[in-house]
């Protein structure tokens, strides 16, 4: 059981270039949630799926977009990246609302 | 919208002293709170939530919170606290009635809690 998994770990983007963050997990959860975190900021909820084929804006949702076409993965896009996108960026699975959520590794982006 | 406040940025104590990390939430109405620990270079785990219930809410770790209604808190604490008690501990609260931010985690900024020997 290897819970939540993301891909890559780590990746360094030029301002303009695009990139897609894979997420997959194994629990069969409903819900999936991708997060972005900065120092001092604690993590913000960029974008979310309460089920396979939907998806929903978080807190923070502008420059990414994110896609749900199978239930165990969540994909997060950057179109067209910029420097303040530099973060680490997690991603997370529960099978309800009051559920436990459970989190990925992460991925580490530096945008130059 | 509901907002956490982690009152404290960092925190330095002594191994197997007590520990108290504070998280003040604003709402309301009813909310599930969370507490997660985040160990260097990895992702977060759940320590402790409140649901409903008894007020006192026993975590992994030996950690124990306490939610009050009145002071809208929900304070993390530790009798004894280890090295490997290192880490970034953040507050969450989820507001299950819906509304702009309804039914998804709201964390607070963090806190560092550092165990030196």
């Known amino acids: 059981n290897a819970g939540v998994t993301q891909t890559p770990k780590f990746r360094v983007l030029k301002t303009g270039q695009s990139m897609t963050l894979l997420c997959a997990q194994d629990?069969?959860?409903?819900?999936m949630y991708w997060y972005r975190q900065d120092p001092g900021m604690g993590l913000r909820l960029i974008h979310y799926s309460v089920g396979e084929g939907t998806t929903a804006k978080g807190e923070v949702p502008d420059g990414y977009n994110v896609s749900r076409l199978k239930k165990q993965n969540f994909l997060l896009g950057l179109e067209s990246a910029a420097p303040s996108q530099t973060s680490v960026y997690f991603c997370a699975s529960s099978d309800g609302l009051a559920g436990t959520q459970y989190f990925g590794p992460g991925t580490r982006l530096l945008v130059l | 919208a509901q907002s956490v406040t982690q009152l404290d940025s960092q925190v330095p104590v002594f191994e197997e002293a007590p520990v108290e990390l504070r998280c003040n939430y604003s709402?309301?109405?009813?909310?599930?709170l969370f507490w997660y620990v985040q160990y260097p270079n990895q992702g977060l785990q759940l320590l402790l939530k409140y649901l409903s219930g008894s007020t006192l809410v026993k975590g992994i770790n030996g950690f124990e919170a306490e939610f009050n209604k009145s002071q809208t808190s929900f304070h993390l604490r530790k009798p004894s606290v280890h090295i490997s008690d290192t880490a970034e501990y953040f507050c969450a609260v989820i507001l299950p009635r819906g509304g702009e931010y309804g039914n998804k985690l709201v964390f607070g900024a963090g806190t560092i809690l550092r165990v030196k020997s």
């Open positions: 709402s309301s109405v009813s909310v599930y």
């Open positions: 629990m069969n959860h409903e819900y």
